[in-house]
Structure formats: structure tokens, C-alpha cells
């Protein structure tokens, strides 16, 4: 074959290709589902939830809900959310225990410490910023926010490099030993889309948390907002989260 | 002037590459690998067909309808049936796949009525040591509708850690009802009546003032005018436990 032969084939056979990828391209799209399934407008969300600290009664059912509705891991220091107890001594120091870690509730009650002046739970997870520091480490692009304003991973993008779960000023991500990639709280994505509530609202006992849609003009956490001193944890950090603490205690970190 | 024949024919070679990276980029390879949004989309689509776990209490109500209502007038009205019956999307779907558990241990109980000083003010929460031990919840409450077995004719039967407080402080020998007025309706329905407490120094001064008249007036008096101020006396004395903690 000379030169001009191979030229001639060359200026033939891309087009050709070309115009196969596109149709084989074509035929994907086809039997793959739409990017947003029907009957569902991400951009008319923007999702946040709400955590009254005065009911919050540390019954860990939150926890537990979560972890079946999205398989996270059963061993205690995998969590999407965990509950802390917060003590605060009479000498100002505070002391803070996950108490989620425990597999069950000790059978005797602990002696009181009289030291303590206050105490309360605090029930902690992702905070689903809307300026998300994770978002931005992320080298590969597998954590993202969505229209609606929660922060997803993408399991099949994600390297497990860690560098989000170091990134996170709030503690809220782990790394899932059964898929070596990032997770985290994810609001139950597949459960609100549907209409449904996360499962740690579901469950709570106590409406410690409320969960809503803050675009909403009717919605229960927008009337939450409005009725509760909120405040949200290390605002300082300017990543505007979107759980919002009503009556949170000055010394939650 | 005529460009040199090695000119053009260089000109076609580097068209021809130009052409064969632009078709490879526009048009062959596929726009995921440029950008991360085909993958995100395709994120959200799997992050929403994940599978739903917990039904809600909405599909609860369509067959258990009169377990909601009965539920619905009692304490235990914001509890969603999930909490206790554990993930029922299975069961919701096919009754007789999955009949949903019905705890009756009293640990089961006790994760969340236990006393827990962290727990908020007001939340019913027993001594497990001293109320009833070893006995199930259920023998005495009715879960769906958790109402006391009788009313309580005691101040003690709910506010037991008071009682047992007061019982060893030195203001034992008062009553309640010396510092507290109590509606009756407080005993059915304690939330919608509470109860009072002193809104003046008075109430304290009729035992601690310097010039109490009541006969049975405590040993531990005070110049109402100069000490403390304009603070109510609870304020800063625990009523419960005047000694202050030990």
C-alpha cells in the first residue's frame, strides 16, 4: 500500500466509524431511563432539615433506621447519622460521647456526676452545605451537589482516596469497607424523590427532627425557621449548612 | 507569489490531523470522559432506584387503620409505627413475606423511658431499678395508647425523683401543694395544666423571713429586703434540696 492509498482509505474509514459510534451511541440512550425519572423536578427543591435539640431523647432509633433503610455497615463506627451526649461541667469543660457506638443501653443507670451542669443529646450528620467543602476536594468529580441541593457520591466515580472524609468539618463521611468508596448521608435520596421522609425522620419518636423542603412556602421546615432561634454548626466556616439546629446549645462544636 | 508545493501538502497533513482529533473529540469518544456530569446524572438515577426500606406511616394506615386511630389519641401519636415494628416496605408489599416484630421485652421499653440525665426536661422516664422491675411494660400500658394503669394519687407516682429527693432534704415534712397549685386536670392531661411555682419571695418568706409569724417557721431566716436581691428564691436555692448538691 503507498502513501496516497492510504490516505484515500484513511479519509474514508473515520467518517464511517464515526457515523457507526453515533448510531451505536443512539441506541444506548435509548435503553438507558431518563436522566430525571417523570413526575420529579429537581430544581424546584432545595432540601434541609431541621433538629429541635430539646426533644432529642438519645433513643438511637434514628440510627438504626438508617442503617437498614441504606445498608450502611453494622459495625458502631460506620454512621450516615449518630446521636452525642453533650455534658458541660461546672468548671466550663465539655465532654462529648457518641453514645451510638454502644451496642445497647448500659443496664444500671450511671451515677449522676454532680459535676455536671447541663447536659443534652445532640443528634449529629452530613450537613448537606450548600457550599461544600467535600465537593470541592474531590479530585475525581464523584461527589457532587444535586439541583435540589443534596450532596451525593458517585460509588462507581469514587477512588476512595479519603480526601473528602478529611475535608469534612463536620465528621459526617466514612469509608464503606464493603465498597471501598466514600458514603455518607444522603437525606435517603431514593426516599424523597418518592414523596417519602428519610427514615430517620420516620422514626423519631419525638419530631426531634423535621425534614423539608426550604422552597416550599407552606413547608414544615420553613414554618421551623421561623418559629425556632436557629442556628447551624460552625457557621464561621461559610458552608451554609442546611440541617438546622433550633435552641442548639453554645458549646455544640 | 505561489507557495512552495511542500507547503500545501504539509497544510493537508495538518488538516487531516486536525480533522482526525477534532472527529476524536467531538464525535468518538464519549462526553464522560470530559466531564463528570453524564456520570452524575448517572448517580442520581441509581441513587434514586435504590430500594425503599421503611414504607411510612401513610401506607401503615391503609390496612391498620384502627391501630393508627387508637395510637392517634395517646401519647405515643408522633411515634411512627416503624419505630417499634421495625422496616416493613417488605411486609407492606406482601403481607405474608415479612410479618413485622412487636416488641414486648421491657429493655425494648426502656431504650427510650429509662431515666438518662442527658434526656430532655418533662420526657416520661422511670428508675428501671424502682419501678417494677422485671416486669413487662406491656402487662400494665397499652403501647398504642400509654395512659398510667390508674391515675396517680401522688404528686410521687410521676415525680418520683423529686419526691425521693425532697423526702431526704430538709424541707421533707412540706407539702407539694405548699409551693405548687395543681389543677386536677393536671393528673389526666399534665401538659395542658402544669402546675404553678412561686412567682415571689413571699411564698419562701412565710418560713424564712426575719419576721415570720408561722409557728411551725424555719430555723434558717433571712432579711427578705437585703438579702438576694430581686431574684426569686429558686433561683438560686434548689427548694428540693436546699442543702445544695452533696
Known amino acids: 500500500m503507498n502513501k496516497r492509498d492510504f490516505l484515500k482509505d484513511a479519509i474514508l474509514f473515520f467518517p464511517a466509524a464515526a457515523t457507526l459510534q453515533a448510531l451505536a451511541k443512539d441506541a444506548q440512550g435509548a435503553a438507558e431511563p431518563a436522566e430525571t425519572p417523570a413526575g420529579y423536578d429537581a430544581t424546584k427543591h432545595w432540601y434541609g432539615m431541621g433538629i429541635d435539640v430539646d426533644k432529642c431523647i438519645g433513643c438511637n432509633r434514628c440510627v438504626e433506621a438508617c442503617k437498614v433503610e441504606n445498608d450502611v455497615p453494622e459495625e458502631p463506627f460506620f454512621f450516615r447519622t449518630w446521636i452525642e451526649r453533650y455534658q458541660i461541667h461546672a468548671n466550663g469543660e465539655t465532654t462529648v460521647e457518641c453514645i451510638s457506638t454502644r451496642a445497647a443501653p448500659p443496664e444500671q443507670a450511671e451515677p449522676e456526676d454532680p459535676t455536671v451542669v447541663r447536659t443534652f443529646f445532640v443528634p449529629k450528620l452530613c450537613n448537606q452545605c450548600a457550599h461544600p467543602p467535600c465537593v470541592q476536594v474531590c479530585p475525581v468529580g464523584a461527589t457532587f451537589q444535586t439541583q435540589d441541593g443534596v450532596v451525593l457520591v458517585d460509588a462507581e466515580r469514587c477512588i476512595g482516596c479519603r480526601y473528602c472524609i478529611q475535608a469534612c468539618p463536620y465528621g459526617a463521611r466514612y469509608l464503606n469497607p464493603k465498597t471501598r468508596t466514600a458514603d455518607k448521608c444522603t437525606f435517603c435520596y431514593h426516599r424523597i424523590t418518592e414523596g417519602l421522609l428519610p427514615a430517620c425522620v420516620e422514626v423519631c419518636p419525638t419530631e426531634a427532627r423535621i425534614f423539608g423542603d426550604l422552597k416550599g412556602r407552606a413547608d414544615r421546615l420553613v414554618r421551623f425557621h421561623r418559629v425556632n432561634p436557629i442556628s447551624v454548626l460552625k457557621p464561621d466556616l461559610n458552608t451554609e449548612p442546611k440541617v438546622l439546629y433550633a435552641k442548639l446549645d453554645g458549646e455544640v462544636r | ?246
Open chain 2, 1 to 246: 507569489m505561489r507557495l512552495p508545493e511542500q507547503v500545501t501538502r504539509l497544510g493537508f497533513v495538518i488538516a487531516a490531523i486536525a480533522a482526525v482529533v477534532l472527529l476524536l473529540r467531538l464525535v468518538v469518544l464519549p462526553s464522560s470522559m470530559f466531564s463528570a456530569k453524564p456520570h452524575q446524572e448517572a448517580a442520581v438515577v441509581r441513587e434514586m432506584a435504590k430500594p425503599v426500606r421503611h414504607a411510612g406511616v401513610a401506607v401503615c394506615r391503609e390496612c391498620h387503620e384502627e391501630e393508627y386511630q387508637e395510637k392517634y389519641g395517646g401519647a405515643h401519636r408522633n411515634i411512627n409505627c416503624e419505630n417499634c415494628h421495625g422496616p416493613s416496605a417488605a411486609h407492606a408489599a406482601d403481607e405474608n413475606a415479612a410479618k413485622p416484630p412487636r416488641p414486648r421485652e421491657r429493655e425494648f421499653c426502656l431504650r427510650c423511658h429509662a431515666y438518662d440525665a442527658s434526656r430532655p426536661n418533662g420526657f416520661p422516664q422511670v428508675d428501671p431499678q424502682q419501678h417494677r422491675p422485671g416486669k413487662r411494660c406491656l402487662s400494665c400500658h397499652e403501647a398504642h395508647d400509654p395512659v398510667p394503669p390508674k391515675t396517680p394519687e401522688t404528686c410521687g407516682g410521676c415525680h418520683g425523683r423529686i419526691e425521693r429527693t425532697k423526702a431526704l432534704s430538709a424541707h421533707a415534712l412540706v407539702e407539694c401543694s405548699a409551693c405548687h397549685a395543681v389543677d386536677e386536670r393536671h393528673m389526666t392531661e399534665p401538659r395542658l395544666a402544669l402546675p404553678t411555682k412561686p412567682t415571689s419571695r413571699e411564698v419562701c418568706g412565710r418560713c424564712h423571713a426575719t419576721d415570720a409569724t408561722d409557728p411551725e417557721a424555719s430555723k434558717a431566716r433571712v432579711d427578705l429586703a437585703s438579702h438576694g436581691r430581686t431574684y426569686v428564691c429558686w433561683e438560686c436555692h434548689y427548694a428540693h434540696l436546699p442543702e445544695g448538691r452533696k
